[in-house]
């Protein structure tokens, strides 16, 4: 029993070795900014119950942060084709520290209006000019390049856990504290950067046994059906933050918010423990084909909450939804990456980034309006219908395009 779990966790470790220390370095820095950005979660209590704003006023405040977060990607992407994305991360960090501290500082609506555009800004900006930044110094292995993906897909839902963790500890010290310590995170994070040995992208050269993609009409097409995947799903994953709360309590009384709590705890355990080890797994597989299958996972996860009479189902479909967002979610931005010449990489991941960011403003409303006029499993049958869509579309260009494995 002994030398099976020991073999077992050799077996696991090795899931996580070979990474270059600076991509350790930048997977650790995901992890503290997507701590930060957790916290966004909560300002919504922060505007109306600190600030005394009214409902619509928050609103327009996180709306804001949403179209912040839109332009944020698009343009950090464009520009860490041009300049070192290595400087634009220490720039976007310092922004959020900034940002951070000066929302108790700052009294009047419009000034806080605009802080919040730069804080999405500058979170989405670090999220694409730091992801750049890893992946360039993955030499020029496809595979390492997808194990750096998933990883640091586990970091940023463990930051995420985190948030939680310190939002509920920090609570009875309130907000002005907890926006303090994420702004010296931010910072000691910025000057960690600055002061680090300057460490240039790595050349993206041939190298013997690299699969090279042709950047012509074909990648082109499939970067064109990733995006469009990626806006799609986007608008399943954003009905989390707010339709699928509400179908979860209502469906489930007799556990009411802890049924929710306990879905979410689920779905940050299995990615921490089990996205790297599916991320091997699935390696030599075709990319297209395997982005599709996460994405029919994602939908027929939502279709089973519309037959969950009992909890159980409900874990049943919470297992479901996470495997296929494991597996959508790093093959698609490696996809991304990939499929893109040298000169567009960070434009590419700047793109990825977007389309989460649009499905993140748009989802929520069109999700809500569903969900008031038509109910729950009305919406769950539109996520199956994305996600079947999504998976036919990949499928088909899977067997045309053959050059999206390993």
Known sequence: M???????????????????????????????????????FFLSLYFVTIRHFTPSMAGLLLSCYGLGTVLGGLITGKLSDMFSPRLISIFSLLVQSTTFFLLTNLHSAFALMANMFLLGF??????????????????????????????????????LGLSGVLIASMTTYGFQSIFCLSSVLLLCSALYLLFQKNTGTTVLLPIKGQ?????????????????????????????????????????????GIRAVSILFILDTF?????????????????????????ALLMGIGMLVLSYSSVFVLAIFSCIIWTTGEMLFISTAQLLCYEQSSNQKKGQSLGLFQTAFAVSNVIGPALGGIIYQNWGGNLLWYCSMFIGTMCFLLCWYCSRTYTNTSS
Do not use: E
């Open 2 to 40: 002994t030398d099976y779990l020991t073999t077992f966790a050799r077996k696991y470790a090795a899931n996580y070795k070979g990474l270059p220390k600076l991509c350790w370095q930048g997977i650790i820095l995901i992890c503290i900014n997507t701590l930060t950005i957790g916290i966004c």
């Open 122 to 159: 500058a979170a989405y900006g670090f999220k694409t000019s730091n992801n750049v930044w890893m992946l360039s110094l993955c030499r020029n292995d496809t595979n390492l390049r997808y194990k750096t993906i998933s990883i640091s897909h586990v970091a940023a839902n463990f930051g």
């Open 211 to 255: 699969h090279h993609y042709d950047h012509s009409n074909a990648s082109q097409m499939i970067l064109l059906l990733v995006i469009a995947c990626v806006f799609l799903v986007g608008l399943i994953i954003a009905q989390l933050s707010t339709t699928y709360p509400l179908y979860i309590q209502k469906s489930f009384p007799h556990l």
């Open 270 to 294: 299995l990615i921490v423990f089990f996205q790297a080890p599916l991320t091997a797994l699935v390696g030599g597989q075709n990319k297209l084909l395997v982005t599709g299958l996460g």
